[in-house]
């Protein structure tokens, strides 16, 4: 598998600034893809980063993309109405949206996306994608198998704390693993739902947003810090740590030294952990 960060921001997208800089560590909102197979591509999200993903795949021709939702929060839609392949009718996208306990009936991603795209938020209605766009659901507990002509990816979730619900998911493929835990607010316990999917994962992509100052400020908002990700980790036993959904508010500087910081903690030793790049590419 090989892992793509289109965007790695949380809340909001921030463009870097001569006060705020964040050309190192990147200013769009969540998007990653994960390539597969020979030919397959999955796609996590659809925050701001996903314009220029599209950008980049109208380039190469690409034309059937599958989607991966983890919750209907906009900083993981509000990219959608600008995903160009999506105005193309040789196109199409299949989406799986979550089904998130007690949510209500209905797919919730589409009537996400063609809320967004309604008046008065928007003046291209979601009608006027002519993409062939197709939607299911994924659930807790039962997972997904895609397959190809080069194999099965495995999709597995299990919901994560946050207010309004959201799902973390595994991707198994060709005995290599990852795990994408973004919007969580940890309580590291070798019981949590998410510790033991993630179990000898070889990659586990986690929410950090906020310092341990800021998180003793703003518990329950539903998102983590690096030291709560680390310990998450190293229950599960994976091989790797990336932290992503920064803080709208922190520069690169302040990033950097987040970074610098948690690496030098001594779970660091046995996992290693680093923070995503937007425009980061890595094999899993």
């Known amino acids: ?13 921030s463009p ?3 006060e705020v800089p964040t050309h190192l560590y990147g200013g769009d909102t969540t998007c990653v893809s994960v390539a597969w197979g020979k030919d397959d591509l999955l796609v996590i999200d659809a925050g701001s980063g996903l314009r220029q993903a599209g950008r980049h795949w109208i380039q190469s021709q690409r034309k059937s993309f ?11 839609l509000q990219g959608f109405p600008f995903f160009a392949p999506a105005f193309s009718e040789d196109v199409s996208i299949h989406i799986y949206s979550p089904r998130l306990p007690d949510a209500p009936a209905g797919n919730l991603i589409e ?5 967004q795209q309604s008046e008065p938020f928007f003046p291209a209605g979601f009608p006027q994608l002519r993409a062939k766009i197709s939607f299911s659901e994924i ?4 997972p997904v198998q895609l397959s190809s002509p080069a194999g099965e990816l495995r999709i597995q979730s299990v919901p994560v704390s946050h207010p309004g619900g959201c799902l973390a998911y595994r991707l198994d493929h060709a005995q290599r693993s990852l795990v994408f835990a973004t919007d969580n607010e940890p309580l590291p316990s070798p019981e949590s739902p998410l510790v033991k999917m993630a179990a000898d994962a070889d990659l586990l992509i986690c ?15 539903g998102h983590g810090t690096p030291d709560l990700c680390l310990q998450e980790a190293a229950f599960a036993r994976v091989r790797r740590l990336i932290i992503t959904h920064f803080d709208p508010s922190h520069s690169d500087s302040t990033l950097l030294g987040m970074e610098e910081e948690i690496k030098k903690s001594p779970s660091a030793q046995t996992v290693p952990v680093s923070f995503a ?8």
Do not use: V
Request: positive net charge; contains cysteine; aromatic residues 12%.
């Open 139 to 142: 659930n807790p507990g039962k």
């Open 111 to 115: 009537r996400a996306l063609h809320a």
């Open 16 to 18: 870097s600034t001569p």
């Open 277 to 284: 790049r937007q425009g980061q590419t890595m094999d899993c």
């Open 207 to 221: 929410d950090g947003q906020y310092n341990n100052a800021e998180h003793q400020l703003r518990k329950g908002w």
């Open 1 to 13: 598998m090989k892992l793509t960060f289109w965007g790695t921001r949380g809340s909001i997208p």
């Open 66 to 76: 599958t989607f991966l939702f983890t919750h209907a929060h906009w900083d993981h």
